[in-house]
């Protein structure tokens, strides 16, 4: 079956630091998404990316992140400098073209530590 | 923004028991998902909602979408330790960019 596939799965890095999480979504889809998850807290919506470009973005998204599909294949969350509140675990998400639901398929997640 | 509340928080049952949970909100959503997820993994989609009033079964799980559509239950027959987890309701308000927004989960222990 298909599935959306994270890396990595865990990543420590300290303050300040660059980081970039790497998503490979399910082939055929179009509709790309991060979500991020606080320890013991509800998921929580990042962006979405379509055709190339941001489609819309939370006010968690500021200035520090970013988003790339660099390839066909890969899709990427980069974080410029990280701080402390940035510790979560983030999941890549995507959604087929042709669906009219929200049936939203997720990685496994990554989880960053910022020390 | 819009916010789902999502109750029990947490619930500790014997299995064979069946389980019964509830999302509320204040907006109105298109569509109405709910979500299983384990420990260090990813929310895995459990049955979609796309109508007011809908019943839908998946295995065990029944969940409905209120006819209001500012609401949805979930339930869990006959309870297994597998079921254990933590269950996320997640609403669509429509457009075309199908941002969810989650309910803060009810985690679910099954005592065998």
């Known amino acids: 079956e298909p599935e959306v596939t994270q890396t990595p799965s865990h990543q420590v890095t300290q303050m300040g630091q660059e980081v970039i999480l790497r998503c490979v979504p399910i082939?055929?889809?179009?509709?790309f998404y991060w979500y991020r998850q606080i320890l013991g807290q509800k998921v929580e919506f990042l962006v979405s990316?379509?055709?190339?470009?941001?489609?819309?973005k939370s006010e968690i998204f500021d200035d520090q992140f970013s988003v790339e599909r660099p390839d066909g294949s890969n899709f990427t969350l980069k974080i410029r400098s990280t701080k402390l509140e940035d510790s979560a675990m983030y999941f890549c998400?995507?959604?087929?073209?042709?669906?009219?639901?929200?049936?939203?398929?997720f990685g496994e997640g990554s989880r960053l530590t910022v020390l | 923004g819009q916010q789902l509340n999502q109750s029990p928080q947490s619930m500790f049952i014997q299995e064979g028991e069946d389980v019964s949970m509830n999302c509320t909100s204040s907006?109105?959503?298109?569509?109405w998902l709910w979500y299983k997820q384990e420990p260090g993994e990813g929310p895995v989609l459990l049955i979609a909602l796309y109508k007011a009033g809908e019943l839908t079964s998946n295995g065990r799980l029944t969940a409905q979408f209120g006819i209001t559509r500012k609401d949805s239950f979930l339930n869990i027959s006959a309870s297994i330790p597998s079921d254990v987890g933590i269950y996320f309701c997640a609403g669509l308000s429509g457009g075309s960019n199908y941002k969810l927004t989650f309910g803060k989960g009810t985690l679910l222990t099954v005592n065998p």
């Open positions: 998400a995507s959604r087929g073209a042709g669906s009219s639901t929200g049936e939203l398929f």
């Open positions: 082939s055929n889809h179009l509709y």
């Open positions: 907006s109105i959503f298109n569509t």
């Open positions: 990316f379509y055709n190339n470009e941001i489609s819309e």
